[in-house]
């Protein structure tokens, strides 16, 4: 018997899921700080280029992938073309690697929210960070020594996101989104708010927005702009293709992306309004200059704003915000990452939901307490990140644009569907985009980063640990998601389905 495949109950409970996946902690932690080291105000300007020339057509790409061919990554591609399936797969094993660090990152702030209130880094709290609380060991070789303060808000969150979306997509992965975008919405407006109201915020936000037009004549920025719109809108890597693929026969799928999209970029600016009012406060508190108190990632998130909540008033409020925040930001990715193993699996196996998610999410959780809950997690962390979002992010999304309009000729079939469904038609210049801008782009990006990262290594890791979890994996994954490929597909996946349109 065929499973019918479970939907969306309608086009906002899909806008929010993927505005869920799209809001995450590159907008809270990532934005803010590209912006501020490539231009400036100057920035919005490549910022603009990438959004209109690579993410939103890439995220209708994707959109139209996952509608048409109504698959999981892998189902959809192997639908398009026999010899596309790895694609998906390899899009898959991209979302097990990050979702299996992204979780520890929840984690910490779920215990950063506590520590808000009590503020026991006292006045260091790097070393706090660093020693007291993730106890990170002085070398990276793996270890299996588990850091109780680690391992138990992460079990929490594998055992809440166990239960999410063995609730389905409509009671579960939708449901998620429709709480908690609101909710983070609401609590990040009131964080923005009090930041503007600290004393100095306004120079920080100087430093944000004064223009440095000389960045335009730099290619570094324009790499930047766009890496930052790949990672920021989720596209490229089966996530979009899966939440498209629940989505009714007949939805709007341009319109829903440009909402997306936009918001997307509204919270990312939002972000930035926050993040540099609260960095104006810092320096002003210790009397420096902005650019000594700038950070981003997990310097910013686990350093500058204890700190902050030290020296601010009110600081365990906007601390309980800001952490608040990063945990429901962060948590809404986590499923989207998730839900894209969950439906391959699915699809390939025939399985039904909650076997799917006990089974996937499962393991998932197991591989990830091992990893990142003991003394060398966040040496692993910060390796396997770089790897999933330079080699793995860009590389699939490359894959995904070239394999389906160069090799397979098939980009007239995307704009057909794409207008066939849509309020917004998109014609030559979306082909253009996709066949020829995109993949000129996505290779640059590419193959400057592997290059790079041959010639230098990456950060100051040594060459045995790179070679394990950067290269070694980079490198597995490919080849696993070949191997994925050739698994016959479970009887009930009708690999040949040809909706009607
Ligand atoms: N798009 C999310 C953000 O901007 C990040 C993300 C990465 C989400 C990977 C899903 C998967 O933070
Ligand atoms: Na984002």
Redesign the pocket.
Known sequence: PRQSREEFTGRWAFILAAIG???????IWRFPYVAYENGGGAFVVPYLIALLTAGIPLLFFDYAIGHRFRGSAPLAFRRLNRWAEAIGWWQVLICVV?GIYYAAIIAWSIRYTGFSLTQEWGDDPEGFFNGTYLQVADAPQPSFDIVPGVFWPMLAVWVILILVMGFGIRRGVALASMIGIPLLIVMFLVLVVIALTLPGATQGLDALFTPNWAALAEPGVWIAAYGQIF????VGFG?MITYASYLKKRTNLTGSGLVVGLSNSGFEILAGIGVFSALGFMAQASGVRVDEVVASGIGLAFVAFPTLISQAPMGALVGILFFGSLVIAGFT?LI??LEVVVSAVKDKLGWGRWTTVLVVVGLSAVVSLALFSTTTGLYMLDTMDAFANNFGIVGAALMSVLVVTAVLGSARRIVAHLNAVSSFRVGGIFTLLIGVVMPLVLSYIWLSWIMETIRDGYGDYPGDFLGQYGWGLALGSVAFAVLLSLIPWSKKSNLYEEPVE
Do not use: M, Q, R, T
């Open positions: 996946s799209a809001v995450g902690l590159g907008n990050i990672f920021s809108l989720s996530i990715s989207s990452i």
